[in-house]
């Protein structure tokens, strides 16, 4: 039997939305629980929202919050949205705060609620990694699954590259 997965959500592309009134984006509620029913996920899974915040905006405590929510949870396997700015900021706490959990770290280059988005692949991804990887911080992204602690945002190129 597939052990439970545990996703908590921070904010990011994966979950802005945009508002032509406004003319920019903004963190709304949280994308992935419908994601995760459009792709007709089987395995258990519980999805709890911490925060709604562009990475950019994360401040210590809130990574603090992030590892202390990974480190109580029941589950040994997690899933966590995040974005791509400070993904590996974060990644940096959760390996020091959290041991002996499998963390995985997605997010998106374009927001989920767009047509044209590579939100669906990577959660997907970042699912597959929780089940299999050893414990450890890893990050999923673009068809890549990279060491959290080795790996580092290449904006020019807009993906993720090893260290």
Sequence with gaps: MSKPILVLT?????DKNYFDALSEYQITDSGIPALLGEARVALP??????MRKDSLELTEADRLLVAAAA???PES???ITHGTDTMT???RVLAAEVPGK???LTGALSPARFAETDAPFNLGMAFATAQVAP???WIAMSGEVFDGLKVKKDRAA??????
């Design 45 to 50: 899974f519980r999805v709890v929202e911490l």
């Design 158 to 163: 807009g993906k993720f590259v090893a260290i």
């Design 71 to 73: 480190r109580e949870a």
């Design 77 to 79: 396997r997690i899933v």
């Design 102 to 104: 499998t963390i995985v």
């Design 89 to 91: 900021e974060t990644a």
């Design 135 to 137: 414990p450890g911080v």
């Design 10 to 14: 921070t904010g990011g592309t994966i």
